[in-house]
């Protein structure tokens, strides 16, 4: 019985001290080594040299929207680090000729000086740990060193960046920003695919962007004292939570039982689970949150809005927000089920249709007033608990083939916001990783919940205070 005893203490203290050999790999150190300038191939014409910002850049935060792209080594078909290197600067160079605003200066919140100044291109080493080591562990907050920029730094926003993170092993990590006020997700993703096209060699196979926005929403004078800042704090943390397709089946399933009273349709996996953590939030926060309203935020794509729907490689920020009040926890105390919430939502979103791209079109000035009400509400704290969606899922993000093969991971950085969930697809493309950015308190709550964690798969919760 002792000799068990050992046995088994022996076996715990080794698993405690591998974990905590895992938790000091993911404090990254990374080296700068080199930090230069990248121009566009070819020279911006004249009367291309103004980029007007649309009334909808203008309202965009000054923040950055970021990518991350591992690679692993493969002897077989990479080149030395130095070959890659070049390869990408020189194609970097190519696709800057085409999304020429990224190589400018933005200038008052009102435009872009295309003078081809060019982006940062930084070149850093990975001292102490291997690719690996990130993805079998990959830490949110630790992956913010891989970037070419503090994603919240509002002080003088370059428009894009991008740096080369090598490892010892031979991978690399390509670590993406792009400004916020130049462009909003799926605009960032048609630059990284037109990027690696031109890498490949398949610049015939590309659709240029198009740069409509500034004609479709002409600019306005933001004298309102609008806050586009508004949720940047620095109390807050980024846990990554990753769903398996079996989970989101069960919760779909779950779901759908409701919805079919309703007669509502087969719920998405976004839409499953985004009710989900919401649902986890709300008993997460509800102890602290009397008499007030709890509120739902879904970003959504107005490009196949309008009537006809545009080019998905309209280069902007072409998208807006629904809001939803689902009164989950009622003064009455009475909850409303997932199902009926995920209807809701539902119904919200549909009513960004072609006729609300008109009126915000029409009345932009009436929009930025409801922007800024709701933006000082939430600054407040006293009114409205707001939780925020936006899914990259579906989006290209494994296409990003520089000409060595397929990323073995795309992953993000710590959200800049509070209150906000991003969803991307897993690499197998069935499951979910959900990235929650909450206040340090409340996440505490929010990631030892039982019933959340029944729904997370074990390779998502080695981070977690309470996932092991």
């Not at 404090?27 to 121009?39: A, H, L, Q, T």
């Not at 070149?123 to 630790?142: H, I, K, M, Y």
């Not at 508004?230 to 807050?236: A, E, M, W």
């Not at 992953?411 to 197998?428: C, H, I, Q, R, W």
Request: neutral net charge.
């Amino acid at each position: 019985m002792y000799t068990l005893i050992v046995l088994l203490s022996t076996l715990i203290s080794s698993n405690f001290l591998l974990l905590n050999k895992t938790f000091e790999l993911m404090k990254v150190e990374v080296e700068v080594i080199s930090n230069e300038n990248i121009k566009p191939s070819s020279p911006t014409p004249g009367h291309l040299r103004h980029y007007q910002f649309s009334f909808l850049d203008q309202m965009a935060p000054q923040v950055y929207n970021p990518l991350l792209l591992f690679y692993e080594y493969n002897a077989n078909i990479h080149p030395n680090i130095t070959e890659i290197s070049n390869h990408l600067k020189n194609s970097l160079s190519e696709a800057l000729s085409l999304f020429y605003p990224l190589a400018g200066r933005i200038k008052d919140n009102r435009f872009i000086h295309c003078n081809d100044e060019g982006i940062p291109y930084v070149e850093a080493r990975v001292l102490n740990c291997t690719l690996s080591d990130v993805l079998s562990n990959p830490n949110p907050g630790e992956l913010n060193k891989f970037m070419p920029f503090e994603l919240d730094d509002i002080t003088n926003p370059l428009p894009f960046g991008v740096q080369l993170n090598i490892f010892r092993c031979g991978g690399f990590a390509i670590g993406q920003c792009i400004s916020h006020k130049i462009a909003d997700g799926l605009s960032y993703f048609t630059f990284s695919k037109i990027w690696a096209a031109i890498a490949r060699g398949e610049q015939a196979n590309i659709d240029p962007p198009q740069f409509l926005s500034a004609t479709l929403f002409p600019p306005k004078e933001l004298n309102t004292g609008f806050d586009g800042g508004v949720g940047i704090t620095k109390d807050r943390v980024t846990k990554r939570f990753v769903f398996n397709a079996s989970k989101i089946e069960t919760l779909q399933a779950k779901y759908e039982k409701d919805m079919k009273s309703l007669q509502l349709k087969h719920p998405t996996r976004v839409e499953t689970l985004s009710a989900f953590i919401w649902s986890r939030y709300v008993a997460a926060t509800k102890d602290c949150t009397v008499n007030k309203l709890y509120m739902v935020i879904h970003a959504v794509n107005l490009r196949p809005r309008f009537s006809p729907p545009l080019p998905q490689h309209s280069f902007g920020n072409l998208f807006r927000f629904s809001m939803t009040s689902p009164l989950r926890i009622s003064y009455g105390g009475q909850e409303e089920c997932d199902g009926v919430v995920i209807g809701e939502v539902r119904e919200a979103i549909s009513k960004i249709d072609n006729e609300y791209v008109k009126q915000l079109q029409r009345q932009g000035e009436k929009h930025l007033g409801l922007m800024k009400k709701a933006a000082d509400n939430f600054k407040r704290g006293d009114m409205v608990a707001v939780l925020s969606f936006s899914s990259y899922c579906r989006f290209p993000l494994y296409e990003n083939d520089f000409g060595w093969g397929k990323p073995a991971w795309v992953g993000s950085p710590a959200l800049t916001y509070k209150n906000l969930v991003l969803f991307m697809d897993t690499k197998e493309g069935d499951g979910i990783e959900a990235y929650v950015s909450l206040e340090e308190r409340v996440m505490a709550k929010f990631e030892c919940d039982s019933e959340l964690l029944s729904y997370v798969s074990p390779a998502g919760r080695v981070l977690l205070s309470c996932g092991n």
